[in-house]
């Protein structure tokens, strides 16, 4: 019953679901309106039978993902694997990373039939979520087909525990829907368990976001920009947002005051605010350069407005501002930035990594500050000091390297649900 109560209220958000994804989403980055058809779980005949999915909501998954999938699909050669994902610019970054040699298309609406034909027409060996990406009726699709159902790098907040806890006869439908769940942490995996998950289907992992590998070809990469920096100090923005560009602009101007050779690149979260960003430099009186454009840096910007590069982009800078903090979206990963030995600076609105950042903070690898002025104020500190910044990187990736291994115990949770597949 529980489920069929989800189901309809499903169906009767539909309207505002479609009219947000193709028409608003839609507008502002029309590659939400293209092979939208899949996203009802149609269109799907070109995508392999009896597949491993590994579902990727958006980019921040997918980048995570990548040496999990890589690993996985060095084990088992034999296997096919579709990843699935929510937006357009994870499924370009599925194609960035693996090219050919994985399949990907959009995870459909969890509409009852949507989910039902997703699975009949896939008939998946393995479904793989990651984090917080529940959804019940696929998921419950895929058991009625001895399809076992994986959350990997699983975590639940104490606020999602509170709001689950509301719905509990829903919440016990959708622990029922797993078969396993590889959690962050002991208090993750306790929340779950809260919520009606069994023990014995909760294994304790850490976050695979802490196993980032620095290949030769990005180090290379990165070297290669850094030179091209000459002595300039450089700070990065990743992952901006609306109404957070304006506070970075902000530090940055405070900044070129006391070091007017300061370079800043600033990376907006989504593609569709490349050209609003180019807009409030130019009004608010900035030289800037287009990352697109591949020219030398000598201006007091560079706009990143090209996909896949923000890592390498990290490993550039002397010290990097996760975005999504200053404002209310609860940050992004900082791991990418540590893997290169820069140090992270963030705001206070960061509970979408409390997982990871608590780490950092403890070995003095990152540093919160609470709006513009602290920033500049900081940035400006940390030039003053080399060794200081130097440490805080080295501080970062410590922490970085104290944490991995997430990875190879995911391996392991997979490897024995595709034998309970087998068996049954």
């Not at 719905?167 to 769940?181: F, N, Q």
Request: net charge positive; charged share 20%; with cysteine.
């Amino acid at each position: 019953m529980i489920r069929f109560l989800y189901s309809c209220l499903l169906y009767i958000l539909s309207p505002l679901i479609v009219i947000y994804l193709y028409f608003v989403r839609g507008k502002k980055a029309p590659a939400y309106r293209q092979n939208f058809t899949e996203r009802f779980a149609f269109s799907l005949t070109n995508l392999p039978k009896n597949a491993v999915i590994f579902h990727c909501a958006s980019v921040g998954e997918v980048l995570a993902a990548v040496p999990l999938i890589s690993e996985y699909k060095a084990r088992h050669k034999n296997d096919h694997i579709i990843i699935t994902c929510n937006t357009p610019t994870g499924r370009q970054q599925v194609k960035d990373s693996f090219k050919n040699q994985v399949s990907v298309c959009y995870l459909p609406f969890d509409f009852w039939d949507c989910a039902n034909r997703f699975i009949k027409t896939l008939s998946p060996k393995l479904f793989i979520t990651l984090e917080t990406e529940l959804w019940l009726n696929i998921m419950t699709a895929a058991q009625k087909v001895a399809c076992p159902t994986v959350v990997i790098n699983a975590r639940l907040s104490e606020k999602s525990l509170r709001g689950y806890q509301k719905v509990p006869r829903l919440a016990k439908v959708l622990m029922g829907s797993i078969d396993h769940i590889a959690s962050h942490s002991r208090e993750d995996a306790e929340r779950f368990i809260c919520l009606g998950l069994p023990t014995d289907k909760v294994t304790v992992t850490g976050s695979i976001k802490f196993d980032i590998y620095v290949d030769d070809t990005a180090l290379q990469q990165a070297e290669q920009l850094k030179s091209e920096f000459r002595t300039r100090p450089v700070w990065i923005a990743g992952s901006s947002h609306p109404k957070e560009h304006e506070k970075l602009l902000y530090a940055h101007k405070e900044l070129l005051k006391i070091y007017p050779d300061t370079l800043l690149i600033i990376a907006p979260r989504h593609p569709e605010q490349f050209e609003p960003v180019a807009d409030l430099l130019s009004q608010q009186g900035f030289t800037f350069t287009r990352r697109s454009e591949q020219v030398a840096p000598t201006k007091q910007v560079i706009l990143a407005d090209t996909l896949g590069e923000l890592k390498m982009l990290y490993g550039s800078a002397d010290i990097a501002y996760i975005g999504g903090s200053l404002i209310n979206r609860g940050g992004h990963n900082p791991l990418e930035a540590a893997a290169f030995n820069v140090g992270v600076v963030t705001g206070p609105s960061i509970y979408n990594f409390s997982h990871i950042y608590p780490e950092l903070f403890l070995h003095q690898g990152a540093i919160c500050v609470e709006d513009q002025a602290e920033l500049a104020t900081l940035l400006i500190s940390l030039l003053n000091d080399p060794h200081q910044l130097k440490k805080l990187g080295s501080n970062a990736k410590r922490c970085l390297n104290k944490n991995q291994g997430a990875i190879e115990k995911s391996l392991q949770v997979l490897k024995h649900n595709l034998i309970k597949e087998t068996i049954s």
